[in-house]
């Protein structure tokens, strides 16, 4: 008789990839389906959300055909979903035009009324600060821009929330995503009167809000005639990508910190409650364990630096290969810093990067290097923050593609001066998201039980005293850059957007 399996959705941004994990943690099966973004604007970033639906149903449907599972062993479906995009829903819960998604910059002016209009209790009941690309200032920006679309809203929705509703017919929002709309009161977990006051919105925009574990059932008749799933497929809830990464990492105690190279890069910390307050430096938002919390800094450019530097510098080599030329060069690049700051920051959309210190004798060994270092000092910055409020960490655990190179892993923990460890079979938020649908199949008692199931840990990479000294004299000069290029990089960008 086949193997129980549960399928974990990643619904990423460039590419949905779902994953059929068996009982012990196994990845018996994986099927990804890309889609594009639609930029008809600089700044703008949309997506169409019936692609997700398409793309995921396309994955489902070869898990079946192509990789022979049968629609009786799909047990549970969970999800791990891109934040913050914003869905719009008529009152026939049909799509009124394509989603604003969190890398959308438009919304600026829409943050600036936010901060005027709020001030600090926007920070006290949402946790966060206002930044563009989260789901309340892309709704702002609707209400004052496509008056006509604005009126038709019924609901509004997260990415995946809106895929989970396009299975089950059930429309709720899961809790780690609404948090990232920043129209949520955090330490209650409940939607926020104030932002829906402050800003003419109505309570029925908003949907019922669940657990990420939370059985919200099996799919509906209308799915599994489309998909070939059973009607008996269990339903769970899900979580944001990054919440949903922390659990496929076990990030699950405060001692822990999580540090990943994607796209983007993320520093991101458990919290067992809600009292600490980072004053907004870093974003904080419900966890997809019930009732926890997880913080994060978010550097936008991490591995998306590496993969520029390969395209535009070093197409001729593969990324391992380009990688190991940095070993010929050395801590600190031969003088060489790199900041990653290429497509700006949340916190300043028009700063931009740089490397600084450009000799005659430096190679390209010594140019990659540089990006590596340049993008774990950003890290560190983060890791500052952190340190500020009294957290001290013993392991840093690493994931996402930058992860793979063993150098980098060392960088990591020489920069950081902490214990760094990869995980075994690394898949990202997708195995988070398998975790969430086992626990929600009462597969295991509690996430906690079913990540040290489905989780193991890899190599661990100790700091070398003598290195943790050379880098942190180069990070002293790094953390200066920032300021003194700032104006720099504004002037330049203005003068392009003449
Ligand atoms: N062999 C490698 N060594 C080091 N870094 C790598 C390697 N392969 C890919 N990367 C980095 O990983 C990034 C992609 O990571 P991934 O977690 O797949 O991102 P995302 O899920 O955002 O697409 C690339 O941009 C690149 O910088
Ligand atoms: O906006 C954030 C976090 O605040 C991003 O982490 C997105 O959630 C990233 O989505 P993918 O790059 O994983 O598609």
Not at 48 to 70: C, F, K, M, Y
Not at 206 to 221: K, L, T, Y
Not at 274 to 294: L, M, R, S
Not at 384 to 407: C, D, H, M, Q, R
């Given at each position: 008789?086949p193997?129980?399996v549960?399928?974990?959705?990643d619904?990423?941004?460039?590419?949905?990839?779902?994953s059929?994990?068996?009982r012990?943690?196994n990845?018996?099966?994986?099927?990804?389906?890309?889609?594009?973004?639609?930029?008809?604007?600089?700044?703008?970033s949309?997506?169409?959300?019936?692609?997700w639906v398409?793309?995921?149903?396309?994955?489902?449907?070869?898990l079946?055909?192509?990789?022979h599972?049968?629609a009786?062993?799909?047990?549970?479906?969970s999800?791990?979903?891109q934040?913050?995009?914003?869905v719009?829903?008529?009152?026939?819960?049909?799509?009124?035009?394509?989603?604003?998604?969190?890398?959308?910059?438009?919304?600026?002016?829409?943050v600036?009324?936010?901060?005027?209009?709020?001030?600090?209790?926007?920070?006290q009941v949402?946790?966060?600060?206002?930044?563009?690309?989260?789901?309340?200032?892309?709704l702002l920006?609707?209400?004052?821009?496509?008056?006509?679309?604005f009126?038709?809203?019924?609901?509004?929705?997260?990415?995946k929330?809106?895929?989970?509703?396009?299975m089950t017919?059930?429309?709720?929002?899961?809790?780690?995503?609404a948090?990232g709309?920043?129209?949520?009161?955090?330490?209650t977990?409940t939607?926020?009167?104030?932002?829906q006051?402050?800003?003419?919105?109505?309570?029925?925009?908003?949907?019922?809000?669940?657990?990420?574990?939370d059985?919200?059932?099996?799919?509906?008749?209308?799915?599994?005639?489309f998909?070939?799933?059973?009607?008996?497929?269990?339903?769970?809830?899900?979580?944001?990508d990054?919440?949903?990464?922390?659990?496929?990492?076990?990030?699950?105690?405060?001692?822990?910190?999580?540090s990943?190279?994607?796209?983007?890069?993320?520093?991101?910390?458990y919290?067992d409650?809600?009292?600490?307050?980072?004053h907004?430096?870093?974003?904080?938002?419900?966890h997809?364990?019930?009732?926890?919390?997880?913080?994060?800094?978010?550097?936008l450019?991490a591995?998306?630096?590496?993969s520029?530097?390969?395209?535009t510098?070093?197409?001729?080599?593969?990324?391992d290969?380009?990688?190991a030329?940095?070993?010929e060069?050395?801590?600190?690049?031969?003088?060489l810093?790199?900041?990653?700051?290429?497509?700006?920051?949340?916190g300043?959309?028009?700063i931009?990067g740089?490397?600084?210190?450009?000799?005659?004798?430096?190679?390209?060994?010594?140019f990659v290097?540089a990006?590596?270092?340049?993008?774990i000092?950003?890290?560190?910055?983060?890791?500052?923050i952190?340190?500020n409020?009294?957290?001290?960490?013993?392991?840093?655990?690493?994931?996402?593609?930058?992860?793979?190179?063993?150098?980098?892993?060392?960088?990591?923990?020489?920069?950081?001066?902490?214990r760094?460890?990869?995980l075994?079979?690394e898949?990202?938020?997708?195995?988070?998201?398998?975790i969430?649908?086992?626990?929600g199949?009462?597969?295991?008692e509690?996430?906690?039980d079913?990540?040290?199931?489905?989780?193991?840990?890899d190599?661990?990479?100790?700091?070398?005293?003598a290195?943790?000294?050379?880098?942190d004299?180069y990070y002293?000069?790094?953390?200066?850059?920032?300021?003194?290029t700032?104006?720099?990089s504004?002037?330049?960008?203005?003068?392009?957007?003449k």
């Amino acid at each position: 008789m086949p193997k129980d399996v549960v399928l974990g959705v990643d619904l990423g941004t460039s590419a949905v990839k779902v994953s059929a994990v068996d009982r012990q943690g196994n990845i018996v099966a994986q099927e990804t389906y890309s889609y594009p973004l639609l930029q008809s604007a600089p700044g703008y970033s949309e997506q169409n959300p019936q692609e997700w639906v398409s793309g995921t149903t396309v994955a489902i449907v070869r898990l079946i055909l192509n990789d022979h599972l049968t629609a009786e062993q799909i047990k549970g479906i969970s999800f791990s979903g891109q934040m913050h995009g914003l869905v719009t829903l008529d009152k026939a819960n049909k799509v009124i035009r394509p989603a604003i998604l969190w890398n959308d910059t438009r919304a600026t002016k829409q943050v600036q009324e936010i901060n005027n209009q709020l001030g600090d209790d926007f920070l006290q009941v949402t946790r966060n600060r206002a930044q563009a690309g989260f789901t309340l200032p892309s709704l702002l920006w609707l209400k004052e821009n496509e008056t006509e679309n604005f009126a038709k809203i019924h609901k509004i929705v997260t990415p995946k929330d809106y895929l989970r509703y396009r299975m089950t017919g059930k429309l709720q929002m899961e809790i780690s995503d609404a948090a990232g709309t920043v129209a949520l009161d955090v330490a209650t977990g409940t939607w926020s009167n104030l932002v829906q006051e402050a800003f003419g919105l109505s309570a029925t925009m908003f949907p019922e809000i669940i657990q990420s574990i939370d059985n919200v059932g099996p799919i509906s008749d209308t799915y599994a005639e489309f998909s070939g799933l059973s009607t008996k497929t269990q339903e769970i809830g899900g979580a944001a990508d990054n919440a949903a990464g922390a659990v496929g990492a076990a990030i699950l105690k405060p001692n822990m910190v999580m540090s990943s190279i994607g796209t983007s890069g993320v520093v991101l910390k458990y919290e067992d409650n809600a009292d600490i307050d980072y004053h907004g430096k870093v974003t904080f938002f419900n966890h997809a364990i019930p009732h926890k919390y997880y913080s994060m800094g978010v550097t936008l450019s991490a591995g998306y630096s590496l993969s520029w530097f390969k395209k535009t510098f070093a197409s001729d080599l593969s990324f391992d290969e380009m990688v190991a030329l940095a070993q010929e060069s050395t801590i600190g690049a031969h003088g060489l810093i790199f900041t990653p700051y290429i497509v700006g920051e949340r916190g300043d959309g028009d700063i931009r990067g740089s490397f600084i210190g450009v000799d005659g004798t430096q190679t390209r060994s010594d140019f990659v290097r540089a990006v590596l270092e340049g993008i774990i000092y950003s890290f560190k910055d983060l890791f500052a923050i952190y340190e500020n409020t009294g957290s001290n960490f013993e392991t840093v655990v690493a994931i996402g593609g930058g992860a793979k190179s063993a150098l980098w892993l060392q960088i990591q923990a020489d920069i950081f001066n902490t214990r760094v460890v990869a995980l075994k079979n690394e898949q990202g938020p997708g195995m988070g998201a398998a975790i969430l649908a086992a626990v929600g199949l009462g597969w295991f008692e509690s996430v906690q039980d079913a990540a040290n199931t489905f989780t193991s840990f890899d190599k661990t990479y100790e700091p070398n005293p003598a290195s943790v000294a050379k880098y942190d004299e180069y990070y002293q000069i790094y953390k200066r850059i920032y300021t003194q290029t700032a104006a720099l990089s504004h002037d330049l960008l203005a003068l392009r957007r003449k």
